[in-house]
Structure formats: C-alpha cells, structure tokens
C-alpha cells in the first residue's frame, strides 16, 4: 500500500502542496488548508482490517519493526495522519494512549450517567497539545533531514499549553523554538514548562490574539516554522483523540463528545478524525459534538446564536478557563463546517459553573483543569435542558491536567475567585498539635459524612 497525503484549501481551489513546503493558506482565496488522504487507497483496507490492525496497538505493531509506533498513539494510526514521514525522523514522547474514565458518579451529578472522561492531560507535557505537535515537529525533522528547506526555528503564539508541547518536542528534535506568550495571562506552571524546555521564551504585553497577530508577522520569513493550529500539520496529530475514543469504547461510537473549544483546532481535529474513520467503514455512525466555551471568551457561542449567519471577533475576558481566552480563533471556519457535519452545539459556562464543575469532578476522584470545568458544566445544561438525554453515552474531553492549574484550585478553596461561590470548598482544618483537639474535630467532621 503506497499512500501519501497533501495539502488542499479547505473551500476547494484547485491546487496540491506539499506537506514539507512551508504553507499555511490557501494561495488562491486565503483560507486554511487542510491534509488531504488518499482514501482511494486507504479504502483497500476494509473498516474491519483498520480496526483489527489498530487493535494490534503499539506494542504488536512496534515489536515487528522496532521502531514502529514507538508506544505512540498518534504514530499506530501513522497511514491516517503522515504517512511519508520516516520511522528515523519521528519526534514521539510518548503520546496518546490517554485513558478514558468511565465517571458514574460525576455523571449522576451532572444528570448524564453515562459519563465517560478522555484524560488528555495524562501526557508528557499534561495537554492534547502533544498529539499535534509530535506531527509537526516531526515533519519539521524531516524537511531539515532532507537539506534545502528554509526552516531553522519553530514558534507559535500560545495561551500556555502550545508552547509547552513545542518547547519540548522542539527539545526532544535539537530544533530551536520561539514562544510568544501573553504577559500575567498563563499559569505558572505552563509558563516554566517552555523555559525549563529551552525554548526561546517572548512574554508580551498582550492577549493571545495579540502574539497571534505578532507571530504570523515573524513568520512570514519562511525561516522560522508557525507551529500554532493554523498549520494543519497539527490537525491531523490532534485528530487521533476521536478514533481513540471510539478504539477504547471497543468501536462504539458515544451519543456525544463535548469538549471546551478557544482557538477552534480541536473540534476541527475530532471531527475529521471520527469523518474519516466513519469513510473507511471503521465506525458506522458519528456521534453529535458539543463545543463549550467560556462566557467571557464566547465568539462561537455567539456565532452559533444567529445560525453562523454572522462572526464578530472579540476582546477575550479574563476567565480561569486560560487556555481558551480567545476572541479570534483562527480555525472558526473549520469549527462551523464540523459542527454542521456533526449536528452539533454550541453552549457556554460562566466562571461559576465551571469552577463547581471542576471542585464536582474532584469530589468524584478527578483532578479538573478549568477548561474540562467548561466543558462539564455544559454537558450539565445541556442534559438539564434535555438535548443530552438521560441514557445517552458522554465522553467529555478534558484538555489538560489539573496540575497545571493549582493557582486556580488553590484560589477556589481559599474561596478567593472573583465571581465563583465555592459550593464544594474544601480548606485545610488549622488545629494546634493535640490529640483532645484532633478527635473532637474528627467526631465533628464525621456527623457531617
Ligand atoms: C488549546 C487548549 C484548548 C482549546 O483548543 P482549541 O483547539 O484552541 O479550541 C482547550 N483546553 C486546553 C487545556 C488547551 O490547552
Ligand atoms: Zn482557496
């Protein structure tokens, strides 16, 4: 099987690029591209033989060849999302594989039972990110390994967790990388994560939207490489979550996937990953999709208020949802034709909802980034609401690990974020060093269990 894959515009102008040329819009109109697959192809495998050797998982898969997949979740899936990328140029840490948590309990409070988690965060850098950026990063191995290319840095604009998945694929290939962040608008963690990588480190004064604006400008000099999800490179990385989603539900496809949306990459992704597998005959059916935003970062959700007729960017308010405070997502024409594919929704959460989401999903064992909050809360009013039905199978994409986030849950239990009634506020118990004090406190505590 010979396959291969290319660039197109997404509203159809005629044209191929390479995926190794240094593109990012359509030449012609202006607008994104996207990769294009053989599925012709990709079609001389039957739905059942893509699941069969899917199933073989890395470790069948990589035994054979010794290098094959490399315990990578993206690269197992390696004839969907590049396949003219080189076993040797490959930049993996490991991704993908994440698990998906079957949450009862949170379900029942959230008023859908079948509640199921897809715990992106548990990845190398602690976000999705990682699964669009060993893609690019690698293809960007590639393009260097094969002499003649202009490339000699990468760099994106990010609102924390881009940056940290470029800094340390950039690291894990020698290749140098430029970050462009919004001064005092990340947490600290995400701020650290490109510096202790390396990366060459821009804090601006300015949202998200502002780096956006000032990296697309420094890269117009086609020696450093856009690595935010403008570029599709990233895309097809990302797209993987869905077809694991539907692998680890053993090929059944849930009634929903909701998952918070900013700059509009990822539902982008997940629906063309979960399109394609439904074109090959892999799953038989697609689920609907439920984007979430932030109220404060909420031009989707107001897009989808007048029937996509019109999108006005905005200024992006200052959420604890960080990674989603975005005015102007660069992929919205994407986000609209996949939610119409999909049948999907769009619906949005305040800071109070999604800080008792979150402090929710930790009572029920979880660790919840604030843009996993966003995207509980949602999935709350839209079974409340009676668009997710009782009965109906849930997966929630949570996008990060809540470790990154400890200013946030730090400031929900010391009740100190502005705007949120901490309902599920949990602080420590100061208590001097006596035993009488201790088990008084402790019989106390109990009458309330
Ligand atoms: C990037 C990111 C998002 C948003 O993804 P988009 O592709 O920008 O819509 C959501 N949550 C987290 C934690 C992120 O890092
Ligand atoms: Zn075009």
Redesign the pocket.
Known sequence: MSLSAWYRCIRGCEGRYSVFDVIYRCPTCGGLLEVAHDTAALKERSGAEWRALFDQGSRGRGQESGVRGQGSGVWDKVEWVLPQIRAENRVTLGEGYTPLIHSPRLGRELGAKDLWVKQCGVSHTG???DLGMTVLVSAVAQMMADGGSPVRAVACAS????SAALAAYAAAAGIPAIVFLPRGKISTAQLIQPIANGAHVLALDTDFDGCMRIVKEVTRDNSIYLAN?MNSLRVEGQKTVGIEIVQQLGWQVPDWIVL????????SALAKGLALAHKLGVIDRLPRLAAAQAELANPLYRAYQTGFQRFEPMTAGATAAS??R?GDPVSYEKAVAALRQFDGVVEQANEDELADAAALADRAGLYA?P?TGVALAVTAKLARRGVIQPGQRVVVIS??HGLKFSEFKIGYHEGALADVVTRHRNPPVELPADAGAVKAEIVRWLQGQ
Do not use: Q, R, V
């Open positions: 976000s999705f990110k609102t924390g967790d881009t999800s918070p949306s900013g700059n509009l990459g990822n539902i990674a989603i975005i980034c843009h996008t990060a």
